[in-house]
């Protein structure tokens, strides 16, 4: 039988490049799900090449268009923030790729796993905001998250018949961004831009101002701590600026793993919907003779803080990784729109921390006040 997928987000980079993989694999998938925000045009597209069952346009004032273009073809249409979290406990669906970004992620992602679905996850935020809760959560249900990130699918393939071994520690890498290299002079004057121009992956804006600034690489290390059950200091970060090792693991003999590839998003996509299975692709072949160099470096955590208060907010636990990444957000979203230079972001970032509550061991609850309050502080901070 084919698996039933979910795309929450599906108009993203991520969602995209999930039908892509979904198009090429007719006979292994079908559409049952497709969600977006406000890009309605696209959804309406989509809908109608993938003919799902139901869609969900989570902003309202666009219900209207959507639902006169897709309800002749007996196309389920909903509206608002509500019906993302009511359609993915329909039993319809097998698994559900949540593609949303930031923090919006987490209370569709506990739903559906609350309900039993399977989790590919592509919204890192949802386990560094509430980790504890969610894996949790997931264990009691018996549900499965693979993760989508190609560091974390990097790993999730390095531990494949490993999992009764040990993990002395793993090694996230990172390409370093476009400003690799560069001192605090020349960040002080970078723009919008310049930070959206990833040297080797096409991603969506608030990822790609987050792998400039290095905190998409933090947010990794607290998202693989939850994944892999690991420590802090089991966890550490090596610049790799070709992009072709995704990571590696290291066992307790000493051994190490990597998993190695062009850098493209549809590989770990695919991995993640046909678990156990690899399935067939015509994606293009990483050639040793292409890359005669292979170069590693130690982050600098001098000009690029983010990833130090990663580590900092990880080590403190609590509701601070949700401080962390409330802030983050709120940061990005003014930089994107010019309100912030690119140094300030680890600045008010570092304030939030300092000044919001903390709390040792928050419910679900807190983890909502929590991101409410703190946006508010950053806000009032810039």
Same mark, same amino acid.
């Given at each position: 039988?084919?698996?039933?997928?979910?795309?929450?987000?599906?108009?993203?980079?991520?969602?995209?490049?999930?039908?892509?993989?979904?198009?090429?694999?007719?006979?292994?998938?079908?559409?049952?799900?497709?969600?977006?925000?406000?890009?309605?045009?696209?959804?309406?597209?989509?809908?109608?090449?993938?003919?799902?069952?139901?869609?969900? &346009?989570?902003?309202?004032?666009?219900?209207?268009?959507?639902?006169?273009?897709?309800?002749?073809?007996?196309?389920?249409?909903?509206?608002?923030?509500?019906?993302?979290?009511?359609?993915?406990?329909?039993?319809?669906?097998?698994?559900?790729?949540?593609?949303?970004?930031?923090?919006?992620?987490?209370?569709?992602?506990?739903?559906?796993?609350?309900? @039993?679905?399977?989790?590919?996850?592509?919204?890192? *935020?949802?386990?560094?905001?509430? @980790?504890? &809760?969610?894996?949790?959560?997931?264990?009691?249900?018996?549900?499965?998250?693979?993760?989508?990130?190609?560091?974390?699918?990097?790993?999730?393939?390095?531990?494949?018949?490993?999992?009764?071994?040990?993990? *002395?520690?793993?090694?996230?890498?990172?390409?370093?961004?476009?400003?690799? @290299?560069?001192?605090?002079?020349?960040?002080?004057?970078?723009?919008?831009?310049?930070?959206?121009?990833?040297?080797?992956?096409?991603?969506?804006?608030?990822?790609?101002?987050?792998?400039?600034?290095?905190?998409?690489?933090?947010?990794?290390?607290?998202?693989?701590?939850?994944?892999? @059950?690991?420590?802090?200091?089991?966890?550490?970060?090596?610049?790799?600026?070709?992009?072709?090792?995704?990571?590696?693991?290291?066992?307790?003999?000493?051994?190490?793993?990597?998993?190695?590839?062009?850098?493209?998003?549809?590989?770990?996509?695919?991995?993640?919907?046909?678990?156990?299975?690899?399935?067939?692709?015509?994606?293009?072949?990483?050639?040793?003779?292409?890359?005669?160099?292979?170069?590693?470096?130690?982050?600098?955590?001098?000009?690029?803080?983010?990833?130090?208060?990663?580590?900092?907010?990880?080590?403190?636990?609590?509701?601070?990784?949700?401080?962390?990444?409330?802030?983050?957000?709120?940061?990005?979203?003014?930089?994107?729109?010019?309100? &912030?230079?690119?140094?300030?972001?680890?600045?008010?970032?570092?304030?939030?921390?300092?000044?919001?509550?903390?709390?040792?061991?928050?419910?679900?609850?807190?983890?909502?006040?929590?991101?409410?309050?703190?946006?508010?502080?950053?806000?009032? &901070?810039?």
């Amino acid at each position: 039988m084919k698996k039933r997928i979910a795309i929450l987000g599906s108009t993203g980079s991520i969602g995209t490049q999930a039908l892509e993989v979904i198009r090429l694999h007719p006979d292994e998938f079908a559409v049952q799900v497709l969600t977006a925000h406000n890009n309605a045009d696209l959804l309406i597209g989509q809908a109608k090449k993938f003919m799902p069952d139901s869609v969900v &346009i989570s902003n309202e004032k666009y219900y209207s268009a959507v639902f006169d273009a897709l309800n002749p073809l007996d196309i389920k249409v909903f509206a608002g923030e509500n019906s993302l979290w009511q359609i993915v406990e329909n039993d319809a669906i097998d698994l559900v790729l949540m593609a949303l970004v930031g923090f919006a992620g987490l209370k569709p992602t506990l739903k559906a796993i609350e309900a @039993g679905r399977q989790i590919a996850l592509a919204n890192k *935020e949802t386990l560094v905001v509430a @980790g504890e &809760i969610v894996t949790q959560t997931a264990r009691e249900k018996g549900v499965n998250i693979f993760p989508v990130d190609s560091e974390h699918s990097a790993i999730f393939q390095c531990l494949a018949g490993e999992f009764h071994n040990p993990v *002395e520690k793993i090694y996230l890498t990172a390409s370093g961004g476009p400003f690799r @290299g560069k001192n605090r002079e020349f960040l002080a004057k970078v723009t919008k831009e310049a930070a959206l121009k990833h040297p080797n992956w096409t991603m969506g804006c608030k990822v790609t101002i987050d792998s400039a600034s290095l905190m998409n690489k933090g947010l990794e290390v607290i998202e693989a701590r939850w994944l892999f @059950g690991l420590k802090p200091e089991q966890i550490d970060i090596i610049v790799h600026p070709q992009s072709i090792i995704h990571s590696l693991v290291q066992f307790k003999d000493g051994a190490l793993k990597a998993q190695m590839g062009l850098p493209d998003m549809k590989l770990p996509i695919m991995y993640a919907l046909s678990y156990p299975n690899r399935l067939k692709s015509d994606f293009q072949r990483f050639n040793f003779v292409d890359f005669p160099e292979l170069t590693f470096e130690k982050p600098d955590l001098e000009n690029f803080r983010n990833l130090s208060l990663a580590y900092e907010a990880l080590k403190q636990g609590g509701n601070m990784p949700c401080i962390l990444n409330a802030a983050n957000e709120v940061v990005v979203n003014a930089f994107l729109h010019d309100k &912030i230079g690119f140094l300030q972001m680890p600045d008010v970032i570092e304030k939030c921390m300092q000044s919001a509550f903390f709390i040792q061991k928050p419910t679900l609850d807190d983890y909502f006040l929590t991101d409410r309050e703190v946006r508010s502080m950053a806000n009032n &901070i810039l």
